[in-house]
């Protein structure tokens, strides 16, 4: 079965940074469009930003543009979430997932890594 793998989560303090990676072992990445998505407690899952599998387009979500920024590595068969000045309420298990070509039908997931923004 395929899955995703993520890493990279811990904790920060607010303002601080980190960078959340998605690996696929055992397959390749390029035809797959990516998302990362963040659950918090008590809340419903949420998307936070995707890229196409061509990266022609990239989305984000309002909560976190011009902070987060999703970038594939080819050679590396990774997708990385770079979040700057994170902030308490980016707090939880952040997912990726995969769907064949553009961020819709999102089939293959990760087990999540936890990120949590506290002082």
């Known amino acids: 079965q395929l899955q995703l793998v993520e890493s990279g989560g811990g904790l920060v303090q607010p303002g601080g940074s980190l960078r959340l990676s998605c690996a696929a072992p055992g397959f390749t990445l390029d035809d797959y469009a990516i998302g990362w998505f963040r659950q918090a407690p008590g809340k419903e899952r949420e998307g936070v930003s995707c890229?196409?599998?061509?990266?022609?387009?990239?989305v984000y979500a309002d909560s976190v543009k011009g902070r987060f920024t999703i970038s594939r590595d080819v050679a590396k068969n990774k997708v990385y979430l770079q979040m700057n000045n994170l902030k308490p309420e980016d707090t939880a298990v952040y997912y990726c997932?995969?769907?064949?070509?553009?961020?819709?039908?999102?089939?293959?997931w990760g087990q999540g890594t936890q990120v949590t923004v506290s002082s």
């Open positions: 997932a995969a769907a064949l070509g553009y961020c819709v039908g999102f089939g293959i």
């Open positions: 890229v196409s599998s061509s990266d022609e387009n990239t």
